[in-house]
């Protein structure tokens, strides 16, 4: 599975942007899907996460409140809605896909992720 992270750029803190993911010909109707990012000198993190039935999500502490994860009626794109976006929140973002026993469950460790994406440059600066 070849995933596409996209939409990253330059933003204001306080500001937003949309992270698009997905992979030409693949849907996630089987699959839960994990946003990761990844600061420099840091460890990668998970971000957030959405079952491969959509009906659980889970994001991190740090960004709780201000993110959002989501999946399209297609199945083919998982969005991460970032808002009030801080300094902090910097770094390389990647999306992740595998498949979970349970359709209703998903998980942010990397570990447990086969196939990534590229990763897309998130910068938050004034």
């Known amino acids: 599975v070849q995933l596409q992270a996209s939409g990253g750029g330059l933003v204001q803190p306080g500001g937003s942007l949309r992270l698009p993911c997905g992979a030409p010909?693949?849907?996630?109707?089987?699959?839960?899907v994990s946003w990761f990012r990844q600061a420099a000198g840091k460890e990668r993190e998970g971000v957030a996460c959405?079952?491969?039935?959509?009906?659980?999500?889970k994001t991190t502490s740090s960004v709780k409140g201000r993110f959002t994860i989501s999946r399209d009626n297609t199945k083919t794109t998982v969005y991460l809605q970032m808002d009030n976006l801080k300094p902090e929140d910097t770094g390389v973002y990647y999306c992740?896909?595998?498949?979970?026993?349970?359709?209703?469950?998903?998980?942010?460790?990397?570990?447990?992720?086969?196939?990534w994406g590229q990763g897309t440059q998130v910068t938050v600066s004034s």
């Open positions: 992740a896909t595998r498949r979970y026993p349970r359709v209703s469950y998903c998980g942010t460790q990397k570990e447990d992720y086969r196939y």
């Open positions: 010909g693949f849907t996630f109707h089987e699959n839960a």
């Open positions: 959405i079952s491969s039935d959509a009906l659980s999500t």
